[in-house]
């Protein structure tokens, strides 16, 4: 049950509200070192109880990062990389907009002004008033 945006590509919202959660970054790390496991497994690696390994399958499941697939009586789970690389996508586009952004400013702060194009020959010194005071 991945979720989907309406366009049908992955659902980013979910996917890091998934990832923001440190034991379920721990469990897609376990999951990520092996091709499949179960809940089981994974409780074993990690300081958190089967039930809530359960629980944190359940939301990356939700999100699209991980799929279960039924193998007797048990469940096992595997890395879905569509979800991972659509947030990896995203975090990519943005850092490239930003580093646009930021090139845009700099540009805008090394540029000269009206001002330092002309050679004034005024004695006033910077800071300095051009009235003179009686």
């Not at 399958?57 to 048990?74: H, K, N, S, Y």
Request: aromatic share 2%.
């Amino acid at each position: 049950m991945s979720a989907a945006a309406a366009d049908g590509s992955p659902d980013i919202d979910r996917i890091f509200t998934a990832l923001a959660d440190p034991t379920r970054r721990l469990v897609l790390e376990v999951l990520g070192e092996r091709r499949e496991c179960s809940a089981s497994a994974i409780a074993r690696e990690t300081p958190v109880t089967r039930q809530a390994v359960v629980k944190h399958l359940t939301v990356l499941d939700e999100a699209g990062l991980i799929e279960g697939r039924r193998v007797g009586r048990e469940v096992l789970f595997r890395v879905r990389p569509e979800g991972l690389r659509a947030a990896a996508a995203w975090m990519t586009d943005q850092a490239a907009a930003w580093d646009r952004r930021l090139r845009r400013l700099k540009e805008l702060a090394e540029a000269p002004t009206a001002d330092q194009g002309h050679n004034h020959t005024s004695s006033h010194g910077p800071g300095e008033s051009r009235r003179r005071t009686s």
